[in-house]
């Protein structure tokens, strides 16, 4: 059973895959270079918090999986997504404060700024409201409805396949396609709610949250963090630190050779 979970989850990231590298291709076609560079670059500073979510992730689902009961489910379940809306806040609120610094600071040029500043101010709201629905993956993971869950995840990949494909055809603003590819963990979410209210899952509470099974998720949460940190410096600061010394551009060109290269 938990080997055909583990081949599921793998279909569902070679079908993101697929999907992204569509994305990837129909953007490079459309934008240009400059405006390809500003999109990877804030979809990458978004991305960077998410491994504080998937640190949560390892740590909720343990939780809620562990429980002897259905009221012990249900606190680690309503404990979990509590954790997630504060941190979501706090996500948000530092993709938004700090992204409106590094649109101050970097060379974007002048007529990208506005796009670039709403778009940081709209991925901040997107991780705001996003961030809390992981827990209807992680739940759904937990029950061991692995295929479910992988479903959920194909979902939202698809979703933002269509949404970007429609927005490039509708000659959509820069702002609002960086928020479609900012979306995509909130997407996987929402889909996940609502596979996860057909199957008749119990809807998580904040109300059940537990002082002290949060201190013992978040602090399984803070290992896994600092041994993700790494992956952060070594794959992630790339592009920063390129826009620091180069140009959107130069970014817009490396993203798009990189993603190719490895099939992201």
């Known amino acids: 059973h938990i080997a055909r979970g583990a081949l599921v989850q793998q279909v569902a990231q ?9 994305v990837i291709t129909l953007l490079g076609r459309t ?126 990949y698809a979703t933002v396949g269509i949404l970007m494909t429609l927005f490039v055809v509708l000659d959509a603003p820069l702002w609002a396609l960086i928020a479609v590819g900012g979306a995509l963990p909130a997407l996987i979410g929402l889909w996940c709610a609502v596979i996860a209210s057909a199957r008749a899952l119990p809807w998580p509470r904040p109300t059940r949250a537990d002082p002290a099974e949060a201190r013992s998720m978040l602090g399984v949460a803070w290992q896994l963090f600092l041994a993700g940190i790494t992956d952060i410096v070594i794959y992630s600061l790339d592009r920063i630190i390129l826009a620091a010394y180069r140009s959107p551009a130069a970014v817009g060109l490396y993203a798009l050779y990189l993603d190719w290269a490895i099939g992201d």
């Open 31 to 156: 934008l240009t270079l400059s405006q390809f560079g500003v999109y990877g670059l804030l979809i990458g500073v978004a991305g960077y918090l998410l491994i504080i979510q998937l640190s949560v992730e390892a740590a909720a689902v343990r939780a809620i999986s562990s429980g002897t009961s259905d009221d012990d489910r249900a606190t680690a379940y309503g404990t979990a997504f509590a954790i997630y809306s504060v941190l979501g806040v706090a996500a948000g609120a530092l993709i938004a404060g700090g992204g409106l610094g590094l649109v101050a600071v970097l060379g974007i040029d002048e007529q990208l700024k506005d796009d670039a500043s709403t778009a940081v101010l709209v991925l901040g709201l997107v991780t705001v409201v996003g961030w809390p629905m992981k827990v209807f993956q992680d739940a759904l993971r937990s029950y061991q409805l692995f295929g479910r869950a992988a479903l959920g995840e194909m979902a939202g």
């Open 14 to 22: 070679v079908f993101g895959t697929l999907v992204m590298l569509g």
